[in-house]
Nanobody, 121 residues
Framework: QVQLVESGGGLVQAGGSLRLSCAAS????????MGWYRQAPGNQRELVAS???????KYADSVKGRFTISRDNDKNTVYLQMNSLKPEDTAVYYC???????????????WGQGTQVTVSS
């Protein structure tokens, strides 16, 4: 079994910072891209940032210059440093990994349980 466990969400004032972490564990053979998505009430889930195993990154326009994604391949962990937070960043943030487990020939999408980020004005 494979699990993605997120941590680091919470309540912060506008202009503040938070750092999210997501650790993948279990029977992991290999991980391609990892990323963070978010979903606000009434909205669709959207990509916030992603990072390949080689370190190439992609960001949503709304977070460029404020958020930084990074990963530790040895720990199967991805991070999201969020600075200059705005009330519109309020959402549940989900970790995602394109991952192949032992015994599988394919890569599948795995998701964390989500962590709430609330930014007050």
């Amino acid at each position: 079994q494979v699990q993605l466990v997120e941590s680091g969400g919470g309540l912060v004032q506008a202009g503040g910072s938070l750092r999210l972490s997501c650790a993948a564990s279990g029977s992991i053979f290999s991980i391609n891209a990892m990323g963070w998505y978010r979903q606000a009430p009434g909205n669709q889930r959207e990509l916030v940032a992603s990072i390949t195993s080689g370190g190439s990154t992609k960001y949503a326009d709304s977070v460029k210059g404020r958020f930084t994604i990074s990963r530790d391949n040895d720990k199967n962990t991805v991070y999201l440093q969020m600075n200059s937070l705005k009330p519109e960043d309020t959402a549940v943030y989900y970790c995602n990994a394109d991952l192949r487990s032992y015994g599988s020939r394919r890569y599948f999408d795995y998701w964390g349980q989500g962590t709430q980020v609330t930014v007050s004005s």
